[in-house]
């Protein structure tokens, strides 16, 4: 018995993030290795002929440990897009980003002219309360200047156990000086969620990513909004724009919030009984009140579970591009002794009305195009996953490019506009409010 991770990986953004579960997984029995056969060793031991070649003969003595590591990465990386090998470091950089919670500042950061700016403080943490502010400029880190590193480089020394104390020197517009602080580190949790009421009564919800916090954020934001607002809550919007995925079970359970019964999603991989079902479990904790979900082509992985599954049983209408069409599913094996762990595609997604998106993506019931600047143009489209090298093949036609453009100010957003105005009865469509009763047997 091994303990694997599967994964939803959304290709849009390059972020790889995992549900743990506990299942078996037999990578090789006895017969498949019998079958495996005389060819299959043979081109192990070609491998072998040209990895000690390579030692022997190479301009430059290479590290043995880094050709493995490649080759291994090259195997995987030529099945689809979405197998690698992440490293020790790989492995536990997932893991952080899985449980949206590590030892830190509290501080959104970028890289501008080979020094780290602050593009904001988090609420009520270490870099908030000792007065950190946006467009500080971050020089020295525990007195060693951060020019010449990478931003991940420095994020990672910011980054460290909670209670530990740490040295910012920042430089700041309108003091002549540096202003020097020191911070003590804590465990800082990355809103996954976010929401605020619209006017007085449409309930506004943004999932940025499913991790191991959005659960519990979903439940808190639906309590919120509810209490604020009461009878005047007409609706909610469930915005999930450029949210690259997450947790399964995160998004079984954003599912589960909105249904009261009835298939979310099923996996099914290369054998015929490698299907698992997950179920809604009864209670709707918005009441029936009625909802929009937000999608366009950043939208992948997770996010389609939960597009598709509130689409199919005529829960929510789904407003505005087509999604990234990521349907696959990863297991994350860990390898033990430090040696990291192997992302491998093991099965394909379904929603509950047996529909595969992937290569495909999710289809709005109504498409909403937002007004993209002149000089945006040529990058408001994610090409999907259907663009992607080595990708797997759909069932059916495949679908490329999507719309994935967001204006940055709420009053230019169209698609948003479109939900509120839906919501409350401004503008009308037959799909909104959709009919239960037409959707998917339960």
Same mark, same amino acid.
């Given at each position: ?11 849009? &953004? ?10 078996? !997984? ?13 060819? @299959? ?16 003969? /190479? ?25 690698? /090998? ?63 590193? @990478? ?10 156990? &909670? ?40 309930? /506004? ?20 909004? @509810? ?36 298939? #979310? ?11 698992? !079902? ?53 297991? #994350? #094996? ?27 993506? #999710? ?30 093949? &759909? ?35 037959? &799909? ?11």
């Amino acid at each position: 018995m091994r303990k694997t991770s599967l994964i939803l990986l959304g290709a849009a &953004a390059g972020a790889a993030l995992t549900l743990m579960a506990t299942q078996p !997984r037999i990578v090789l029995d006895g017969s498949s290795a019998r079958a495996a056969g005389a060819d @299959t060793y043979r081109q192990l031991s070609l491998f072998s002929d040209v990895f000690e070649r390579v030692r022997a003969d /190479y301009v430059e003595k290479p590290d043995d440990g880094k050709l493995v590591e490649t080759a291994i990465n090259g195997m995987l990386t030529g099945l689809d897009p979405h197998s690698s /090998y992440m490293d020790a470091k790989s492995f536990r950089d997932m893991q952080v980003q899985t449980r949206g919670e590590f030892g830190g500042l509290g501080i959104e950061v970028t890289m501008e002219d080979g020094v780290i700016k602050v593009v904001a403080p988090i609420d009520d943490t270490p870099a908030a309360k000792a007065g950190v502010q946006a467009n500080d400029f971050i020089t020295h880190i525990d007195d060693e200047p951060v020019q010449g590193l @990478t931003l991940n480089q420095a994020v990672e020394k910011m980054r460290g156990p &909670a209670n530990t104390k740490i040295k910012l020197r920042i430089v700041r517009k309108g003091q002549d000086k540096p202003v020097e602080l020191t911070l003590t580190r804590d465990v800082i949790k990355v809103l996954s969620v976010r929401s605020h009421s619209e006017g007085d009564d449409v309930g /506004y919800i943004r999932v940025t990513q499913f991790t191991e916090q959005t659960n519990e954020g979903l439940k808190k934001a639906i309590a919120d909004l @509810t209490a604020q607002d009461g009878d005047k809550l007409k609706g909610f919007i469930l915005d999930l724009r450029n949210n690259p995925g997450g947790l399964l079970d995160q998004a079984i359970a954003v599912c589960d919030a909105f249904l009261e019964k009835g298939e #979310i999603v099923s996996t099914r991989g290369r054998n015929a009984d490698e299907i698992q !079902r997950f179920n809604a479990k009864p209670g709707d904790l918005t009441k029936g009140k009625p909802v929009i979900v937000l999608i366009n082509g950043g939208s992948a992985s997770a996010s389609e579970i939960v597009a598709g599954a509130l689409q199919d049983h005529k829960r929510a209408t789904v407003l505005g591009t087509r999604s990234f069409g990521k349907g696959s599913v990863q297991t #994350i #094996i860990p390898l033990g002794g430090g040696n990291g762990a192997l992302r491998l595609t093991t099965a394909r997604y379904f929603t509950p009305s047996g529909h595969s998106i992937q290569a495909k993506g #999710i289809v709005p019931d109504i498409e909403v195009l937002q007004d993209v600047p002149d000089d945006l143009k040529t990058r408001a489209d994610s090409k999907g996953e259907a663009s992607l090298r080595g990708h797997l093949a &759909a069932e059916g036609q495949e679908q490329t490019g999507s719309q994935a453009y967001v204006p940055p100010d709420a009053k230019d957003d169209k698609v948003l506009h479109a939900a509120l105005d839906l919501i409350r009865g401004t503008q009308q469509n037959a &799909a909104y409010p959709p009919d239960p009763k037409l959707g998917v047997p339960n």
